[in-house]
């Protein structure tokens, strides 16, 4: 069975919490990296696979896009992404992304925000986002890099005064399952290496245009525990055309 923590009321009321959640595309430290991948979105069709409250529907309805479809495997967020949504060109769809079924052709732009790395099969959904787009259609996402989900606890070593001494990166090459702390709560996420990413687009069929590791902004480094995201990849945003 597919997992949905998001539909838990103690995990999404953490999530909700988050700068992201509440701030919206400002509160995301790698919207500047990505927003600079964007194509121009006026008269384009736009699937976001995991759109989870919405932001990007409504940055592209808002920027021009003819029409966009949100999915989420969670109902709770897409209650909140419905109401922050005021434009008739967006829809929502309650699927596992896994489970979506497109005609051929069917959207100029497949986006998804930090999500492939909650599914198992990677190549399968990449081979799906091929037939959705058209010739010179464009597949923007971002995915936790791999130097984070590679040894699995996803947080740092610290010394016996709790000072941050590394991030440990373990087990690289095994790819897979594993089990992580996210928000407090044990969520499984999917490690694979970088290597895959990139060599499952272009075995697809897809040209790689761009591969970015997203810093966080100046604006945000005098955030708590910003400055210690200088110290190793977070998030990998990977732009791919058809």
């Known amino acids: 069975m597919k997992e949905n923590k998001y ?7 953490k999530y ?8 919206g595309l400002s509160g995301a430290g ?22 989870g409250y919405g932001w990007h529907c409504v940055y592209a309805a808002e920027h021009g896009a003819e029409f966009v479809l949100g999915t989420d495997i969670s109902e709770r967020m897409l209650q909140v992404a419905r109401q922050k949504t005021q434009s008739p060109a967006v829809r929502y769809c309650r699927t596992a992304m ?38 010179g259609g464009l597949f923007l996402f971002s995915a936790e890099h791999p130097v984070f989900t590679a040894q699995g ?45 990139l060599e499952t687009l272009i075995r697809q069929g897809f040209q790689i ?7 966080p902004p100046a604006e945000m480094l005098g955030l708590p525990g ?10 990998l945003i990977i732009s791919a055309q058809k």
Not at 16 to 23: F, P
Not at 32 to 51: E, F, I, S, T, Y
Not at 209 to 215: D, F, L
């Open 7 to 13: 539909d838990e009321p103690v995990f999404f009321e």
């Open 16 to 23: 909700s919490q988050m700068g992201r959640s509440v701030q």
């Open 30 to 51: 790698e919207w500047p990296a990505l927003k600079a991948l964007l194509p121009d979105l006026q008269g384009k069709r736009v699937l976001d696979l995991g759109c």
């Open 98 to 135: 896994e489970d979506l079924t497109c005609e051929p052709k069917s959207f100029d732009l497949v986006l998804s925000s930090l999500a492939f790395h909650y599914i198992e099969d990677f190549e399968m959904m990449v081979k799906k986002i091929y037939s959705w787009l058209p010739i």
């Open 153 to 197: 606890a996803q947080d740092w070593v610290y010394n016996e005064k709790g000072e941050i001494l590394h991030f440990p990166v373990d087990n690289y090459y095994y790819e897979g399952k594993r089990s992580a702390v996210f928000l407090g709560e044990p969520v499984v996420k999917y490690h694979r290496t970088l290597t895959t990413y």
């Open 209 to 215: 245009r761009h591969v970015v590791e997203p810093q």
């Open 226 to 235: 910003m400055k210690d995201e200088m110290r190793r990849p977070m998030m």
